[in-house]
C-alpha cells in the first residue's frame, strides 16, 4: 500500500518535529511547511491526503489559510485538522468548522489520539481514492459493453453504494471510540492528580487536628477561647471530608467492604434522608424481600445514598417525589461490569433534568451546576469513584424537564452470612490500655510525625521518632527495644509495607501498624492483617487501634 502524503504546518520548527515523531510510524510522507506560502506551494506541487493547521501564525493565521485551500478545486473535501495550543472559545470552534475544518486537537498533543485521528482519516482517503478509481472503471466498462451488461452495472453501482455506507459507519465508530478514549485519559489524569492533592492535603490536616486537638486539653476554662478553638477543629475536619470525597473520585479512599442487607441499611437512615429533604419532598421505596447482600462499604454507601438524595432535593425546588428501587435482574447492563452478580440499585427524581452537555460532565470533580456556596461538585463524583472502586459502575440517566435517574451497580456478596464489626475488646490477660509503651514512629514529613509523637506522649507513651523506614531499621538493629511501631505507607526510598514485611521477617512479635491516606498497598506475602489506620486519625482512633494491635499481640501468645 503507497504511502499517502500529509502536510504540516506550523511556524515553529520544535513543534513540527514533534508531529513528526509522533506521526512518523504511520508509515506516511510527511511534508512539513513554516508558512501559509510554503503550505500552498506544496499543495500545488503534491497530492495531500490530511492537513494539519497550527491556528496561531504570525503572517496568516490558520483560518486564512483554511479558507483559501478551500477554494481549491482539488481540495474541497481534504480533511484539515486544527492545532490549537490555546483554548478555543465556542465562537473560534465555529469559525473554524465554517473555514472548512473537520476536526481539532489542542495542545498538549496527545500522541496516541493524534495518531488515531490522521490514522482515520489517511484510511477515509484511501478508500475514497479507491472508490474513485472504481467508479471510473465502472464507467469505462459501462461504456465499452453492450446493454446486456447493464443489470450488473446496477449491481455494481448497489454494492458501491453499500460500502460507501460502511466506509461512513466505520468513521462513526471509530469517531465514537476515540471520544471515549479521550474522556478516560481524561478521568484517569484528573483522578490520579485529584488522588495526590488529597493525599498531601491529609497529611497537613493531621497536624492540624492533632494539634488542635492536643493544644484543646491544655487551655484554660475560657468560653471565647475553647468556641475558637472548635470552630478550627470544625473547620479542619470538614476539610478531611473533603480530602475523603477527593479520594472516592480517584478511587484511593480505604473501604471496608463487607456483606450488606440494603434493605437494613435503608431502614436504618431513611429518618436521616427525610430530615434532609425537608417536608416538601417525598419518598418511595421499591426494594424487594429477600435481596441478595451487597459486597460494600456500608459506611460509604450511606454517603452515597446521602449525596444522590441532597442532588434530588435540590433538582426539585417546588418539592416532588424520589424513588429509590433495588434489583438483582436487569436486561441491560453497563459494558464496564466483569461478569457475576450484581445489584442495580437506582435514585429517581422528577425534578428538571439535565441536558446531554451537563450529563456528560456531571461526574466530573468540581462540576456543579448549582449556585455559588450551594454546592462542591464532589457528590457524584464521590458515588461514581465508590462504585468503580468497589467493583461496580454508575449510569446517569436524564431528560431536560423530565428528571433524573442515577443508577449503581454493586456486586453481591458471595458469604451470605453478614459481617459483624470486630471486637476491639482486650482479652483477659492482654496488656491494660494503662500501661506506658515505648512507640518508633516512622514517617517523612515532620509535621506530622510530631503531631503522632505528641498525642503518643500525651496518652503516657514514650514516643521515638525515625524520618525514613532506613533509619527506623537502623533503630531496631542497634537493639533498642519497642513495643509498637507506627508508620507511614508513602515514604522514598522504602514504602511503610515494605518496612512492615521486613518488621515481620525479623522482629515477628513487634507489632505495626500503617497509618496512609491512601487505600491501595501490594498485594505481597507477609502484610496479611496488617493494622492500618486512615489520615487525618484523631488521638481516640490513634488508641483504640493500639489497644487493637496489643490485643491481636496478646491473642497470638
Known sequence: MDPVNILLVDDQPAKLLSYEIVLQELGETLLKAHSGREALEHLLRNEIAVILVDVCMPEQD???????????????NTAIIFVSAVAMAEPDRLRGYAAGAVDYVSVPIVPDVLRA????????????RELERLNAELEKRVKERTAELEASSAELRQLNEELEQRIDQ????????????????????????????????????????????????RLPADEKTERLVNNAIQAAERGASLTQRLLA??????????AVDFQILFNNIEDLLSKALGPTVGV??????????????GNQLELALLNLFVNARDAMPDGGTIVVAAT????????????????????????????????????????????????????????????????????????????TTVSIWLPIAERQELLLPEDLQLPKDGSP????????????DALVCMGTTAMLEDLGHAALEASSASRAL??????????????????????????????????????????????????????TGLLRMTKPFTQEQLQATIQRALTERANAA
Do not use: C, W
Open 249 to 258: 473520585f480517584a478511587r484511593r479512599q480505604e473501604l471496608k467492604p463487607q
Open 474 to 527: 537502623e533503630l531496631l538493629a542497634s537493639g533498642q527495644k519497642f513495643d509498637l511501631v507506627i508508620t507511614d505507607h508513602a515514604m522514598p526510598g522504602m514504602t511503610g509495607a515494605e518496612l512492615s514485611r521486613v518488621i515481620f521477617t525479623s522482629f515477628p512479635e513487634l507489632p505495626v501498624i500503617l497509618a496512609s491516606g491512601y487505600a491501595e498497598l501490594p498485594d505481597g506475602h507477609g502484610l
Open 62 to 76: 490558520g483560518f486564512e489559510l483554511v479558507s483559501m485551500i478551500r477554494e481549491h478545486p482539488r481540495y474541497q
Open 170 to 217: 466505520r468513521t462513526r465508530e471509530r469517531e465514537d471510540a476515540l471520544a471515549q478514549l479521550f474522556e478516560a485519559q481524561k478521568l484517569d489524569t484528573i483522578g490520579q492528580l485529584t488522588g495526590g492533592v488529597a493525599h498531601d492535603f491529609n497529611n497537613l490536616l493531621m497536624a492540624v487536628l492533632g494539634s488542635l486537638n492536643l493544644l484543646k486539653k
Open 328 to 403: 438483582e435482574e436487569s436486561p441491560h447492563r453497563p459494558a464496564a461490569l466483569r461478569p457475576g452478580r450484581y445489584i442495580k440499585i437506582s435514585v429517581s427524581d422528577n425534578g428538571v433534568g439535565m441536558d446531554e452537555a451537563t450529563v456528560l460532565r456531571a461526574t466530573e470533580p468540581f462540576f456543579t451546576t448549582k449556585g455559588l456556596g450551594k454546592g462542591t461538585g464532589l457528590g457524584l463524583s464521590m458515588v461514581h469513584g465508590l462504585a468503580a472502586q468497589s467493583g461496580g459502575a454508575l449510569e446517569l440517566a436524564s431528560v431536560e424537564g423530565n428528571g
Open 284 to 297: 418511595e421505596h421499591h426494594i424487594p424481600k429477600n435481596l441478595p447482600p451487597l459486597l460494600i462499604d
Open 117 to 128: 485521528k490522521v490514522r482515520v482519516f489517511t484510511e477515509l482517503y484511501r478508500k475514497t
Open 433 to 444: 490500655p494503662g500501661v506506658p509503651l515505648s512507640v518508633l514512629v516512622v514517617d517523612d
